[in-house]
């Protein structure tokens, strides 16, 4: 399943789940994808930010080789010395 969101024709903009990429591409095409707000079945999908977050899994980042808090605007790897 993958879920987009999508914006109908008078900018109304809302979420749907598909089974896949090819199933929006028929639904959209066949108008069968209504807006919520208004039934309008022009659509398109709309721009989207990714989600990022941190799985259950998911450790902490070690800290710089340097013992420097990462803020030091530094990287040892690129030569910066610390003084």
């Given at each position: ?56 899994g998911a450790r902490e ?23």
């Amino acid at each position: 399943m993958i879920r987009y969101s999508v914006q109908c024709s008078k900018g109304h903009v809302f979420d749907e789940w598909f089974d896949n990429m090819a199933d929006y591409d028929v639904k959209s095409a066949d108008h069968a994808i209504a807006c919520p707000d208004c039934g309008d079945t022009h659509v398109s999908k709309a721009l989207m930010a990714p989600s990022i977050g941190k799985s259950n899994g998911a450790r902490e980042l070690p800290p710089p080789a340097c013992g420097t808090p990462s803020a030091c605007g530094g990287c040892p790897m690129a030569g910066h010395v610390h003084g």
